[in-house]
């Protein structure tokens, strides 16, 4: 069965570093999200992409991050200057549009 | 804004017990309501998903009912196991492929 992926499990990074965390998204998919969940806390919304823009974004999702589908596959979000705040577990999603959205596994960001 | 909310936030029941779930939110024009399950440190796995014009989806030992008008959905676990356990999350979507806010979550430990 189809299923999204994320790479990598689990990233450790330091403050003000850049990081990428991947996805490949459900083939046939055609919106995708990305959320995190902070240790302890709610699932929260950061941004939907749909034909390769933007198409919601939370307040959450400043200057500092970005997404790009770079090819016909993969979808990343970049954060550019990391913070300690930023250390949480980030999940990919997809969906066709309507219907279920699947989750990937997750990238646990640990920021030193 | 939409805020979702679960009661009870931990539960534990004998195994071979019946239970119910609570999700409620605040704001009733929904498109889709949909249940998700989590192990500590994973992903969010989909269990079902209810569309506004339905009342109730099955899945195996599964029932969630959902009633826009009072802001309410259930989800019915029947005859629990231990490989119940989990936290099981709600999580409501306003407009098609729109982002979906999450719920706190309801801890469910299943003992033999």
């Known amino acids: 069965e189809p299923e999204v992926t994320q790479t990598p499990s689990h990233q450790v990074t330091q403050m003000g570093q850049e990081v990428i965390l991947r996805c490949v998204p459900i083939?046939?998919?055609?919106?995708f999200y990305w959320y995190r969940q902070i240790l302890g806390q709610k699932v929260e919304f950061l941004v939907s992409f749909y034909n390769n823009e933007i198409s919601e974004k939370s307040e959450i999702f400043d200057d500092q991050f970005s997404v790009e589908r770079p090819d016909g596959s993969n979808f990343t979000l970049k954060i550019r200057s990391t913070k300690l705040e930023d250390s949480a577990m980030y999940f990919c999603?997809?969906?066709?549009?309507?219907?279920?959205?699947?989750f990937g596994p997750g990238t646990r960001l640990t920021v030193t | 804004k939409q805020e979702v909310t679960q009661i009870p936030a931990a539960l534990s029941v004998p195994e071979g017990e019946n239970l119910v779930l609570n999700c409620s939110f605040t704001?009733?024009?929904?498109?889709?309501l949909q249940w998700f399950r989590q192990d500590p440190g994973k992903g969010l796995t989909s269990l079902l998903l209810i569309q506004s014009s339905q009342r109730e989806q099955t899945s195996g030992r599964l029932n969630a009912s959902l009633d826009k008008s009072s802001g309410r959905s259930t989800l019915y676990i029947a005859a629990s196991q231990p490989g119940d356990s989990a936290t099981y999350l709600c999580a409501t979507e306003t407009g098609t492929a729109s982002k979906l806010t999450f719920g706190t979550g309801t801890r469910l430990q299943v003992t033999l």
């Open positions: 083939s046939n998919h055609l919106y």
């Open positions: 999603a997809s969906t066709k549009g309507f219907g279920e959205q699947y």
């Open positions: 704001d009733s024009a929904i498109y889709n």
